[in-house]
């Protein structure tokens, strides 16, 4: 694991190989993130690159005196998974503390955020257990902490909402790391124990069972 100027750690493998998400069937999950993204106004919001997100987190440090440690999910994850040429606008991640201030920040700067204390309560299905103490630092500077999911967790993180896109990103990342069907069950198994009792349940094993079904069929 390499370490980019900045602080920046290099999780991806040495010879990675850029690789094709296959094409996997759409089931749609409940979710209660809330936040989608229209066309019109990707178009008219400048992309956001790690670099430029990790500017304007020192800068909100230094003007508020808040600490930031922040696990990023979508596609500013994708971004410093290696994705080479995955697009965003947004922030999307788990912040444990200052949620609303971190928000009110980055809005000033024209960048939408969907922030929340714990990644779990986006949707009915929980995140699996530990998911937090898996994750890797990739940035650790004064007042500045970005971290990402174990490659398995961000995978079941994509499962709990199930759209084209949603799928398409984790089908990239189980090539991307060697992820196996068997991995992925068992932490979807491990994410649904640790859920409440929801007809949503059914439709997130239908939609894991698909999933691995089709990365079994691309498996060497």
Same mark, same amino acid.
């Given at each position: 694991?390499?370490r980019h100027? %900045?602080?920046?750690?290099?999780?991806?493998?040495?010879?990675?190989?850029?690789?094709?998400?296959?094409?996997?069937?759409?089931?749609?999950?409940?979710s209660?993130?809330?936040?989608?993204?229209?066309?019109r106004?990707?178009?008219?919001?400048?992309?956001?690159?790690?670099?430029?997100?990790?500017?304007?987190?020192?800068?909100?440090v230094?003007?508020? %005196?808040r600490?930031?440690?922040?696990?990023?999910?979508?596609?500013?994850?994708m971004?410093?998974? %290696?994705?080479?040429?995955r697009?965003?606008?947004?922030?999307?991640?788990?912040l444990?503390?200052?949620?609303?201030?971190?928000?009110?920040?980055?809005s000033?700067?024209?960048?939408?955020?969907? =922030? %929340?204390?714990?990644?779990s309560?986006?949707?009915?299905?929980?995140?699996?257990?530990g998911y937090?103490?898996?994750a890797?630092?990739?940035?650790?500077?004064?007042?500045?902490r970005?971290?990402?999911?174990a490659?398995?967790?961000?995978?079941v993180?994509?499962?709990?909402?199930?759209?084209d896109?949603?799928l398409?990103?984790?089908?990239?990342?189980?090539?991307?790391?060697?992820?196996?069907?068997?991995?992925?069950?068992a932490?979807?198994?491990?994410?649904?124990?640790?859920?409440?009792e929801?007809?949503a349940?059914? =439709?997130?094993?239908?939609?894991v069972?698909?999933?691995?079904?089709?990365?079994?069929?691309?498996?060497?």
């Amino acid at each position: 694991m390499g370490r980019h100027a %900045g602080g920046t750690r290099d999780i991806a493998p040495s010879s990675p190989g850029w690789c094709h998400a296959p094409r996997f069937p759409k089931t749609m999950v409940p979710s209660t993130s809330g936040f989608t993204v229209s066309l019109r106004r990707l178009s008219n919001l400048p992309t956001l690159t790690l670099d430029r997100l990790q500017t304007l987190l020192r800068e909100y440090v230094d003007e508020t %005196g808040r600490a930031v440690d922040l696990v990023l999910i979508g596609g500013m994850a994708m971004q410093a998974y %290696g994705h080479p040429s995955r697009a965003t606008i947004d922030v999307d991640g788990e912040l444990r503390n200052g949620v609303r201030s971190l928000k009110a920040f980055l809005s000033r700067h024209n960048i939408p955020a969907n =922030l %929340g204390q714990s990644l779990s309560g986006w949707s009915v299905v929980a995140m699996p257990p530990g998911y937090r103490d898996r994750a890797t630092v990739m940035i650790d500077e004064p007042g500045v902490r970005m971290s990402l999911l174990a490659p398995v967790d961000f995978i079941v993180a994509k499962l709990r909402r199930g759209t084209d896109e949603d799928l398409a990103d984790a089908g990239w990342i189980a090539e991307r790391f060697h992820v196996s069907a068997c991995q992925v069950r068992a932490a979807a198994d491990s994410a649904l124990a640790a859920s409440l009792e929801d007809t949503a349940l059914f =439709l997130f094993e239908c939609t894991v069972d698909r999933f691995c079904q089709a990365l079994d069929q691309t498996a060497p």
